[in-house]
């Protein structure tokens, strides 16, 4: 997935805002947190770096391709980076940008989550 291929992507995803802030990267926001951010790749690759549950961090951070989030898993975050071949398909990276997405929503309070119409369904 290339940065054009990305920020289309989180920018069909509900109630998404979108910035380049910290030395250019692209940074996708829902309720004004951040769920992705497209920059602080090593160059060659995009570097894709979006927030994960505790299990699939567990799971992710020592796959080729991806590793824990430089700086935000170093304070103790579970956010990973895909950085690198093989790293994840396209359609896995998707699904897990969805969760970052969803995860970081509903971290908000309730009542931005209805101002924003995010997560009526989950109760």
């Not at 992705?36 to 505790?54: D, E, H, L, R």
Request: proline fraction near 4%; glycine fraction near 14%; hydrophobic fraction near 35%.
């Amino acid at each position: 997935m290339n940065y054009k291929q990305f920020n289309t992507y989180c920018g069909s995803l509900a109630q998404t805002t979108y910035v380049v802030q910290w030395g250019g990267s692209h940074v996708w926001k829902v309720g004004a947190k951040v769920f992705a951010i497209g920059g602080w790749g090593n160059g060659k690759y995009p570097g894709i770096t979006f927030k994960v549950s505790g299990i699939a961090y567990e799971l992710l951070k020592e796959q080729p391709g991806l590793r824990p989030a430089p700086y935000l898993a170093s304070r103790g975050m579970k956010w990973i980076q895909h950085y690198a071949e093989p790293g994840l398909s396209d359609g896995d990276l998707k699904d897990y940008l969805r969760e970052s997405h969803r995860i970081v929503s509903l971290k908000l309070t309730k009542k931005i989550q209805k101002e924003l119409g995010l997560n009526q369904d989950q109760g």
